[in-house]
């Protein structure tokens, strides 16, 4: 057994293109020993979000704090609530924003697939793993 | 995309061996077509516990709300803390216990092995899958 506080966990700021005023705490990962999924708490400033995007893993997300909202496959913008959790899955594009006024963060869970390590994507023959989309424009 | 709060989730007593006022909600399981892996929001009343037990699949546990205490594999009882993370390797015994007046919930993550579901851990050749376990005396 391996406890520790979240906030314990070192937070990375997301240099990635497409990426604003996000971190994440990687808390059980591949280094951990962790054989088959992996565990992060991200964590977005207000008016920050993910890039638009997909890969490989399919999420699992579960919305702890704040005033997250979530773009679909079709580019439609949803707003969410703690307590919400969402299923995302593979290759399916998605984008996650923080539309509050404090921190959002949400327990964000991913496969160890082959080549990937819990904290980026696996790599693709053609691509790095993530890769960013062009979002559809919604009327909805 | 699918989205559901964890509250709709229906909310499933434990009758098993060694559970008390233990409730489990199946958020994203392999009936919701999950390939790799389950997230389960656990709940607890006050005074209540799983049984000490252990099974094939690690943990990730996230804890969200109320009082919890882990027994560890050497007998050893630990309070925890809302936002503290565990993770419990492959077949380690272990018990999760409310020591607070309020309901206790968290997050509860279990790779989907072969055989297994994402809501009982895989079955063994000899035995159930989930074992339970004589709890060693700790004076620590």
């Known amino acids: ?21 996000f971190f994440a705490r990687y808390l059980w990962c591949k280094d951990d020993g962790c054989p088959n999924f992996a565990m992060r ?5 207000p008016g920050g979000h ?4 997909s890969h490989l893993e399919e999420h699992q997300f579960y919305f ?15 707003k969410l ?3 919400d959790t969402v299923y995302v899955a593979s290759d399916e594009p998605h984008q996650i924003k923080n539309v509050g006024n404090e921190v959002m963060r949400m327990i964000c869970m991913i496969p160890i697939l082959p080549g990937g390590d819990g904290k980026n994507p ?3 023959p053609d691509d790095g793993g993530c ?4 979002k559809p424009s919604c009327s909805c």
């Open 1 to 21: 057994m391996i406890r520790k506080h979240y906030s314990e966990v070192e937070r990375m700021e997301s240099k990635k293109e497409g990426f604003k005023g």
């Open 41 to 45: 708490m991200m964590e977005i400033e």
């Open 50 to 53: 993910t890039s638009y995007h």
């Open 64 to 78: 702890v704090e704040g005033e997250p909202a979530y773009v679909d496959a079709n580019g439609k913008e949803t």
């Open 81 to 83: 609530d703690v307590g």
């Open 122 to 124: 696996a790599p693709r």
């Open 131 to 134: 890769v960013t989309k062009a």
